[in-house]
């Protein structure tokens, strides 16, 4: 004899649902593991895993008043499915789409960073041809360059630029605001500048930028 779990047409949908919504979490929780462990393709799960984030919304957004927590409800049936909620719930977005945006925005700062470095070392090579050497004037020049460079994290710690730039603010700052840098003092800082500029351009091919 067949045992009704249900008193009418709608509980028997509800029910239905649920056992919809507890299929996807199961069978994306499965696709998360498979894909951290290399098992299927980027490109497989990519469209395996927009395909159930796509049924999980219509699901969710048809069992809003009956399961209004998702996470409740895998609590409830006693599912331990942590990647699948995070998945559907946190992200909602595949991890592949995901790594492409971050890898993309850190591209994005990457490319800030190299463009603020560049206009730094050309804004003080210029400032010293134009015979600003009084150490107020190149000492907030070589800062703002020494700040960009340090927040590039595609320079090693060792990097000419970086070495040469703290050894020039230490000097300046041992010097009054008013002092002015000898003609000989000028010249090096501006070897300086052109040589880790130079160094910092040959740079960045190889780090991919």
Known sequence: MDVKHWNDKREREMYGNFAELYAIIIATEKLEKAYIRDIISPSEYEAECQKLIAHFKTLASTLKDTVPSVERFADTYKMDCPAAINRLVTSG?????EHRGAQAASATTSAAVVAECVQNFIT???????????????????SDLSASLNKLSILPPDFEGKMKMREWISRLSKMGAADELTEQQARQLHFDLESSYNSFMALLPTAGT
Do not use: E, G, R
């Not at 977005?93 to 789409?97: F, K, S």
């Not at 003080?124 to 070589?142: C, E, G, H, I, T």
């Open 93 to 97: 977005v595949p991890a592949t789409v």
């Open 124 to 142: 003080a090579m210029d400032s010293l041809k134009l015979n600003m050497v009084a150490v107020d004037q190149v000492y907030p020049l070589l």
